[in-house]
């Protein structure tokens, strides 16, 4: 996603120039991403048609690429101020233009506006990819991207600042996306109890009653685990995370369509099962 987000970079600065790629490729030489992964969940009781998984907003990056499954879901808001599906398709990822970006390039490249509406009651999960420039970077719209005879819209500012800005300024705006993360731990932990349950079933009989209230007060928190592999590998494969047990009671994995999940059964590896 990194690449990409770079090739990206490198495409937009084409467009606001001649030679702009080559002149400003080292603004974003420091820039870095993280990725989110969103479960988004419609209440129980829906009276309306559609209902907001994701209110209105902006993204805090350069760029943002996002996949979203099959269910759809996310809306972009027109300058007439129409909202607009931009449905699911098969291996299409979708690229927005974020608030960093806008302010770099002088407002010629507009932060677009987006929300996600529940138009099923079946859960919905997107992927995004936050391409965003470094904490201390100031954010300055160079001479060359203004014009000569235009004015630079927006002052000086440093990215970290901006950030805490709109952290702090928005406290509320996405209480929606706590509450769908909420949800989803409390699915998580039903299935770890019910798991604990079933192999204490296995251990011998009545263990489920007995020694329910040894794990009662169990609990259980998310990782989301991303593996980049050497851009020079001699070898047919390369270890992404070598020999290791979990420091837990049990273990919930997800794991893409890429596998590469391995488990050691009494001294041999067995390859794990892709997801389906």
Avoid at 107 to 133: M, T
């Amino acid at each position: 996603m990194s690449k990409l987000s770079k090739i990206i970079v490198e495409l937009v600065l084409m467009c606001l120039g001649d030679d702009f790629e080559r002149k400003f490729e080292s603004e974003f030489s420091n820039c870095h991403g993280y990725l989110r992964i969103i479960n988004y969940s419609p209440p129980e009781c829906v009276k309306e048609k559609e209902v907001e998984g994701l209110g209105m907003h902006t993204d805090m990056s350069c760029v943002t690429i996002v996949y979203q499954d099959e269910i759809g879901g996310l809306q972009v808001r027109s300058k007439e101020g129409k909202w607009m599906d931009i449905n699911p398709c098969e291996d299409t990822l979708v690229v927005n233009i974020g608030d960093l970006m806008q302010a770099w390039s002088n407002g010629k490249l507009r932060s677009s506006e987006h929300r996600v509406v529940l138009k099923r009651h079946i859960n919905r999960f997107s992927l995004a990819f936050f391409w965003c420039f470094e904490d201390d970077k100031v954010i300055f719209a160079p001479d060359e991207v203004v014009g000569e005879k235009n004015l630079r819209i927006y002052k000086p500012f440093v990215c970290a600042d901006y950030l805490k800005f709109r952290e702090s300024n928005e406290k509320g705006k996405f209480e929606k996306v706590g509450e769908i993360l909420k949800e989803y731990g409390n699915q998580m932990t039903k299935l770890s109890k019910r798991i604990v349950e079933i192999v204490l079933m296995c251990l011998k009989d009545d263990f489920e009653r007995k020694f329910e209230s040894e794990f009662s007060n169990c609990h259980g928190y998310l990782r989301i685990n991303n593996y980049t592999p050497p851009e020079c590998v001699k070898d047919k494969e390369v270890e992404g995370l070598g020999m290791h047990t979990d420091m837990s009671c049990v273990t919930i994995v997800y794991q893409e369509e890429i596998g590469g999940l391995q488990v050691r059964l009494k001294g041999r590896k067995v390859a794990g099962h892709k997801s389906m």
